[in-house]
């Protein structure tokens, strides 16, 4: 979880790409822009079940650029779950949860710990969350207060996948956002890809059975629901780090123009190594994510709205991932 479901298929809809669009945008200038001090990271199972201790937190801190607020980090999301079928969460998943979140608030004051709450949904198979039943949409909101109660500052929703125009996704987020809301803390969620082109979405649906994008006036709805979106915008399928590039600052203009500027925006950075039919390591990287975020920025300035970018994964990047990250955009903050 935390960044996809990949579909072997999903190379038929790649390819359906305008992909001579991308390399034209990469050749763009890209903006002079840093941290705004808004970015977040994904962080796995092994904060909350005992395998990490306080100098491993220390070690993280410092890959980011430091403790205090010597690094453009606002949120870290942990990872709590995952939920069973029926939304329900065990909280014998996550023992050492209330010691993480105390751990990261004394050592980066102002950080953010959420909740990381997620499964798989049942919406291409006959496993994983119904999210249309009431009874499911009850269980993810008990599982989300235990999670506040233990002191985490939000949830970061992680729902996958979830096809563009569910209604019973809008039905949860509503739910939690009052729960969240009402308690002084953050609602995010990870959102898949925008179709960069109105008929691509459903194409690629009926030729693999996996529809891969939403589309812009669903992200919008979504958006409304939350305080934070999270764009999982890696396994695009692209080849070189140039249509990734511009790929990326494709996806970040089309989710700046559906969030509102009230919601935070952030775009995700690939730190993971993988090759498949979905991911190319190779083209994927952290320096080519981040030049598509500012070739975005150069064509759609922010002009003081909240945004940032979201590593994923700690347990999967290497020293060169947090490098780009640390040297390459985190530190210091500037703003645009």
């Known amino acids: ?6 579909v072997p298929a999903l190379a038929v809809a790649v390819a359906l790409l305008p992909l001579g669009g991308l390399w034209a945008a990469d050749l763009g200038t890209p903006a002079d822009v840093r941290t705004r001090g808004h970015d977040a990271v994904w962080l796995g199972h092994a904060w909350v079940d005992g395998r990490k201790s306080e100098a491993d937190a220390v070690a993280l801190l410092a890959r980011l650029g430091g403790a205090g607020t010597g690094h453009g980090v606002r949120d870290i999301y942990v990872h709590v779950g995952p939920t069973g079928d029926d939304g329900s969460l065990d909280a014998s998943l996550h023992p050492r949860a209330a010691w ?14 959420q909740a990381w709450l997620g499964d798989v949904v049942a919406s291409e198979g006959p496993h994983g969350l119904d999210l249309a039943r009431p009874a499911t949409r009850a269980h993810l909101a008990a599982a989300a207060s235990s999670l506040l109660d233990l002191g985490f500052d939000g949830i970061n929703l992680d729902l996958e996948p979830v096809h563009s125009g ?19 803390r953050v609602l995010s969620t990870a959102v898949p890809q925008t179709d960069p082109l109105p008929p691509l979405r459903a194409l690629a649906g009926a030729l693999t059975g996996h ?5 812009q006036d669903y992200l919008a709805q979504v958006a409304r629901r939350v305080d934070q979106v999270d764009v999982m915008a890696y ?3 692209m080849p070189t780090t140039a249509l990734f590039s511009g790929y990326i600052a494709q996806q970040t203009e089309l989710a700046l123009a559906a969030a509102p500027p009230s919601v935070d925006v952030l775009v995700g950075l690939p730190a993971y190594h993988e090759n498949n039919l979905g991911h190319h390591a190779s ?7 981040l030049r598509g975020i500012r070739l975005a920025l150069a064509a759609v ?7 940032g970018a979201a590593l994923y994964v700690d347990y999967a990047a290497t020293d060169a ?11 210091s903050t500037l703003s645009r």
Do not use: C, N, Q
């Open 166 to 184: 569910d209604a019973g996704y809008l039905a949860v987020l509503d739910r939690l956002h009052a729960l969240t809301g009402a308690r002084g």
């Open 1 to 6: 979880m935390g960044r996809r479901i990949t």
């Open 301 to 307: 300035p922010l002009h003081g709205r909240s945004f």
């Open 100 to 113: 993480a979140i105390a751990t990261f608030h004394r050592l980066a004051p102002g950080v953010r710990v």
């Open 211 to 215: 529809p891969k994008w939403w589309s």
């Open 321 to 331: 991932d947090w490098s780009a990250y640390r040297d390459g955009w985190g530190g």
């Open 283 to 289: 083209a994927e990287t952290v320096p080519a994510a």
């Open 235 to 237: 396994d695009s399928g």
